[in-house]
């Protein structure tokens, strides 16, 4: 079983700032497509942001322009900073590597929560 590991979560006001890692075997890490989904109470979990092996990146709408996903391939980690974080950004955040188009490998998700 393949695990993806992601430390720690986290609290912060509205408006700040938060970076997540997660971080991968170095088979996973290299070949896969790798991202994060985030998923609040009640809600069904969304994708956030993924990035491709050659570092081509897409965001969902809800966050596009203030958060950033990246890797560093000589750590085998892979990161997700967060800012201008909203209320709405609370929820359980997840990282994955796809395989054939679909999220496989997983994290084991940390809380992230945005509150005055």
């Known amino acids: 079983q393949v695990q993806l590991v992601e430390p720690g979560g986290g609290l912060v006001q509205p408006g700040g700032s938060l970076s997540r890692s997660c971080a991968a075997p170095?088979?996973?890490?290299?070949?896969?497509?790798l991202g994060w989904y985030r998923q609040a109470p009640g809600k069904l979990r969304e994708l956030v942001a993924h990035?491709?092996?050659?570092?081509?990146?897409n965001y969902a709408d809800a966050v596009k322009g203030r958060f950033t996903i990246t890797r560093d391939n000589a750590k085998k980690t892979m990161y997700l900073q967060m800012n201008s974080l909203k209320s709405e950004d609370t929820a359980v955040y997840y990282c994955?590597?796809?395989?054939?188009?679909?999220?496989?490998?997983w994290g084991q998700g940390t809380q992230v929560t945005v509150s005055s």
């Open positions: 994955t590597a796809f395989r054939f188009g679909a999220p496989t490998y």
């Open positions: 170095g088979s996973i890490f290299s070949m896969y497509r």
């Open positions: 990035i491709t092996s050659g570092g081509i990146t």
